[in-house]
């Protein structure tokens, strides 16, 4: 094979390797851009990107509230990809991907903290909250319970539209609709994802 052989044949694997990133990243992004319509699969009652005054911080962000027949719906969006492994009692979580480790906040903190002050918002009416991760994640090592990859949740819509939306339901949904705004992605600073520097 000559030189020039060679150099053609790198080039085209380097081609194909960057080509196969590209897509793969697509795909993740993907995950996140059709998730709200499986939101509306779910409901025609929803807010997006939620703001939620804090005295510390100024304000935090709920990324999803849902009105189902059973309740508020609050879901909690972490588009990372590869192996996570999650614990309900540990601080930090661990995304393992391309062989690289990266650690983030135990989203369940913060979930927890959003049911309460939704509660206390429309008190005697059920919320429920789940993390949702991309459809490219796995846990080796198990999950807890409210954790959910986007297959698994899209596996379930119609568990969530059971059901009819009473009367006392949507006085509260409209209680929050007035008490709560709505941001822009813009507001939250990161283009509205949840995400790390891997995400990409």
């Not at 795909?27 to 005054?53: A, C, E, L, W």
């Not at 709920?62 to 590869?82: E, F």
């Not at 090592?141 to 990859?149: A, H, Q, R, S, Y």
């Amino acid at each position: 094979m000559s030189d020039i052989e060679i150099i053609g044949s790198g080039i085209a694997g380097l081609i194909a390797i960057i080509l196969f990133l590209i897509w793969r990243n697509s795909q993740s992004g993907k995950s996140y851009r059709d998730f709200p319509k499986i939101v509306k699969r779910i409901s025609t009652h929803y807010m997006r990107n939620v703001m939620i005054p804090d005295a510390v911080e100024g304000s935090s962000f709920i990324d999803w509230l849902i009105l189902t027949p059973r309740g508020v719906l609050i879901i909690s969006q972490k588009p990372y990809k590869g192996l996570i492994f999650a614990s309900e009692n540990i601080s930090h979580w661990t995304q393992v991907l391309d062989r690289r480790s990266y650690s983030f906040d135990n989203p369940l903190r913060q979930l927890e903290v959003d049911v309460v002050t939704i509660k206390s918002l429309i008190p005697g009416i059920p919320v429920k909250g789940y993390v949702v991760f991309d459809r490219d994640s796995f846990f080796p090592k198990g999950k807890p319970k409210i954790v959910l990859t986007l297959k698994e949740i899209k596996q379930n819509i119609s568990v969530f539209r059971e059901g009819e939306i009473k009367e006392e339901l949507l006085i509260a949904w409209d209680k929050l609709q007035q008490t709560l705004k709505e941001g822009t992605e813009e507001d939250r600073g990161y283009g509205g994802m949840n995400s790390v520097s891997n995400y990409s």
